[in-house]
């Protein structure tokens, strides 16, 4: 079992940033897929980046490409979110999510988690609220 507590979440202006935190605890060792999602009230859950630790590769949301930046952690069994520049936009309730893929499918199956929101293990949410 995994558990993932995220931290960092606040009320910022536009323009402002914030780092949130996603604290693994539990058997994390081969969690090499995670990710970042968001909610909006009234709207669906989105993927907002991904990071596959096995080959480094990160992606983003067309929304948050250049002001956002995920990072891992792997000493601390933590992943970040940096989230500069931040617009209203932006205000949803954040996830972070682990998963497992295979390593002989890699980033195609890490991939494929991310783009149906296929994680295992979920995070409970952080608020990010932004104001113009």
């Known amino acids: 079992q995994v558990q993932l507590v995220e931290s960092g979440g606040g009320s910022v202006q536009a323009g402002g940033s914030l780092r949130l935190s996603c604290a693994a605890s539990?058997?994390?060792?081969?969690?090499?897929?995670m990710g970042w999602f968001r909610q909006a009230p009234g709207k669906e859950r989105e993927g907002v980046a991904v990071i596959y630790t096995g080959g480094g590769i990160k992606v983003y949301a067309d929304s948050v490409k250049g002001r956002f930046t995920i990072s891992r952690d792997n000493a601390k069994n933590t992943v970040y979110l940096q989230m500069n520049s931040l617009k209203p936009e932006d205000t949803a309730i954040y996830y972070c999510a682990a998963e497992t893929v295979p390593t002989n499918r890699g980033w195609a199956a890490c991939s494929a988690s991310y783009g149906k929101g296929d994680f295992g293990y979920w995070g409970q949410g952080t608020q990010v609220t932004v104001s113009s």
């Open positions: 539990g058997y994390t060792y081969s969690s090499n897929c």
